[in-house]
């Protein structure tokens, strides 16, 4: 069974602090990496996609992937009370882009 | 560019009747899905469709019929609704040329309520 596993939370970080959330895939093949931000009652949004090992930035984000361990991580940098919201991990499978998402990390980010 | 819309955005149903939700995009997106999401389960595959007249069952797809005549529409249909099918269900669409084939987007959602 292919699977992406994430902590649950709530993780909880001061406002301007740096939020670490950190997931796992059993899948060795998977290729295509991506985190989701979905705010309560809304639907999951894009936030960044990652391919190669190794970090990727975009503005307060950065993607790091190590495929060897299996392992993908987002770091919010100066995390506002708007960063407050859960993050999806997702992993594409094999064939059909299909996703399998984890079952996300809450945050929340206190003023 | 209205980009991928549901429909309605809340029904409330009866346990036994036929609820059919519908999903658009604007895209011309090749790939088209429909999740559920409930506490404590995540997103779950229903069903998925790789173009027109092409569908495939995800992980969770008793209960739901799809169709896909037109590559734009992907309607989801609970053929006799269940209490156990109350749940957010979201449509997403991928296989764009903006960006990677597999990024999918999704839809608003819709909340379903089965009495």
């Known amino acids: 069974q292919k699977e992406v596993e994430q902590n649950s939370g709530p993780l909880s970080v001061p406002e301007g602090a740096i939020a670490s959330l950190n997931c796992t895939y059993s899948?060795?093949?998977?290729?295509?990496f991506f985190w989701y931000r979905q705010y309560s009652g809304k639907s999951p949004e894009l936030i960044m996609s990652?391919?190669?090992?190794g970090d990727k930035e975009d503005g307060r984000f950065t993607a790091q992937l190590n495929k060897a361990s299996q392992y993908v991580s987002l770091l919010i940098r100066d995390s506002q009370p708007s960063d407050s919201a859960t993050y999806l991990c997702?992993?594409?499978?094999?064939?059909?882009?299909?996703?399998?998402f984890g079952g996300g990390t809450r945050v929340l980010v206190k003023p | 560019d209205a980009g991928i819309t549901q429909s309605p955005r809340y029904k409330i149903t009866e346990t036994g009747r036929q609820v059919t939700l519908m999903c658009h995009q604007t895209?011309?997106?090749?790939?088209m899905f429909w999740y559920r999401q409930d506490l404590g389960h995540g997103l779950r595959l229903i069903y998925y469709?790789?173009?027109?007249?092409?569908?495939d069952k995800g992980e969770v797809p008793d209960g739901y019929v799809v169709s896909r005549s037109k590559t734009e529409n992907f309607p989801l249909t609970l053929e006799s609704a269940t209490r156990s099918q109350t749940s957010v269900y979201f449509c997403?669409?991928?296989?764009?040329?903006?960006?990677?084939?597999?990024?999918?987007?999704f839809g608003p959602g819709t909340r379903l309520t089965v009495l």
């Open positions: 899948d060795r093949v998977s290729q295509s």
């Open positions: 469709s790789a173009a027109a007249d092409i569908t």
């Open positions: 997403a669409s991928s296989g764009g040329q903006q960006a990677s084939t597999d990024t999918q987007y």
């Open positions: 990652i391919y190669s090992n």
């Open positions: 997702a992993v594409n499978q094999a064939a059909g882009n299909k996703l399998t």
């Open positions: 895209w011309s997106h090749s790939y």
